[in-house]
């Protein structure tokens, strides 16, 4: 079912074909329909990564056991901070956006990026 899932979220963020709600609202019966709650999450953790990009600040990123990552982003308004921790299908998911390989110092490629060299 995991698998599914994911399957499913992908295909709502694909841009060259996305897979319609309203059409296909059959697949988000049930369990599918947390489908539809991740993808809302994504999307906003991207838009919010996208202001943080913006505006300079990157988001603490810290990786946990099991390819899971935990992103602390700063309001940009408010002096809060905004948790979010990621499964691993999730990581790659977001990784697919620009904000969100720039966030978890990615490329395009994929591959990590490597840190600038230190000054001395």
């Known amino acids: 079912m ?13 841009e060259a074909r996305p897979l ?13 329909r947390r489908a539809l709650r991740i993808d809302r999450h994504l999307r906003d953790l991207a838009q919010h990564l996208e202001l943080l990009h913006d505006r300079g600040e990157r988001p603490r990123v810290r990786a946990l056991a099991g390819g899971s990552m935990q992103l602390v982003l700063k309001h ?3 002096a809060v901070v905004r948790t979010a921790t990621l499964s691993p299908e999730e990581v ?9 390989a ?10 990590p ?6 000054r001395g």
């Open 76 to 78: 940009p308004t408010l």
């Open 20 to 32: 319609s709600r309203n059409k296909h609202f059959h697949a988000f019966a049930g369990d599918a």
């Open 2 to 14: 995991r698998e599914f899932l994911y399957r499913l979220v992908q295909r709502l963020q694909e």
């Open 113 to 118: 990026a490597k840190p600038a060299a230190k």
């Open 92 to 100: 790659e998911l977001l990784v697919r956006t620009p904000a969100g």
């Open 102 to 111: 720039w966030a978890l110092g990615q490329d395009d490629l994929g591959v």
